[in-house]
């Protein structure tokens, strides 16, 4: 999961909302329901901070013909008073027209479309992707899976475990797309290094944006490459360590 560094406060009308943010979670989900003519502006502003990325999955939904939807990283009917305060907003793959097909596919739902995320989160257990430190609960393995980084105690490992099983991250739509992409990385890592090319320009292809876009699973890159992501990042993009 990659820090999601917020940036202003969403624009006029999101202000404007949250300057008198509802105290129920009936209003919450009347007045966020109501003010649906304004979220594409909102949508845009953070797929925008986070590079297009799904701020959980760091899926890149629009590479997979899919959408997103605005997510409440604490949930509006938890605590409808932050319903419009932009530093709860993310942005996060499957739109409401998505969910229809993953259902006819047999596909679960990920990210804030996830059933454990919709029934109720413990969020001193949950791990934000607007918490800075969030990339060190979680690591990423050859086959695809998600799992809790090693070295960490008791505590933080139940919280990376709790939060991968919340969002469904480990569902098999991500796990076989990670794993594919971890099999591509490696097989340009081999070719790179039998043909003597520079390893540090292949990281920087998939670490660094193009056009305010990174690629699909960023963390994931970035772990792959270890400490010659972190010289390619040192250089090239520090804004994202």
């Not at 509802?22 to 949508?43: C, D, I, L, Y």
């Not at 890149?60 to 009917?77: F, P, Q, S, T």
């Not at 899976?145 to 490992?157: C, E």
Request: with cysteine; proline share 4%.
């Amino acid at each position: 999961m990659r820090h999601v560094r917020k940036h202003g406060n969403g624009g006029f009308h999101l202000a404007q909302a949250h300057a008198n943010p509802p105290m129920t979670p009936e209003q919450a989900t009347s007045r966020w329901h109501n003010f649906r003519q304004h979220k594409q502006g909102v949508m845009k502003l953070l797929l925008n901070e986070q590079y297009t990325l799904c701020c959980y999955s760091e899926l890149r939904a629009d590479e997979e013909g899919l959408g997103c939807h605005i997510e409440h990283v604490e949930n509006k009917g938890q605590n409808p008073a932050r319903t419009f305060d932009y530093t709860n907003l993310a942005a996060s793959a499957l739109q409401s027209d998505d969910l229809h097909t993953f259902k006819l596919r047999g596909e679960d739902a990920f990210g804030g479309h996830a059933v454990g995320k919709q029934q109720g989160v413990d969020m001193n257990r949950f791990v934000s992707c607007h918490q800075p430190d969030c990339r060190n609960f979680f690591s990423y393995l050859s086959d695809g899976r998600i799992v809790p980084a090693a070295g960490l105690d008791k505590i933080d490992n139940d919280r990376a475990q709790y939060t991968i099983d919340l969002l469904n991250l480990n569902c098999p739509f991500l796990q076989v797309r990670r794993k594919n992409w971890w099999g591509e990385l490696d097989k340009l890592l081999e070719e790179h290094t039998n043909k003597g090319w520079d390893i540090l320009d292949l990281a920087a292809i998939d670490l660094t944006p193009a056009n305010n876009k990174l690629s699909r699973f960023f963390s994931l890159t970035r772990q792959f490459f270890g400490p010659k992501a972190e010289l390619v990042l040192q250089k090239d993009a520090p804004h994202l360590l």
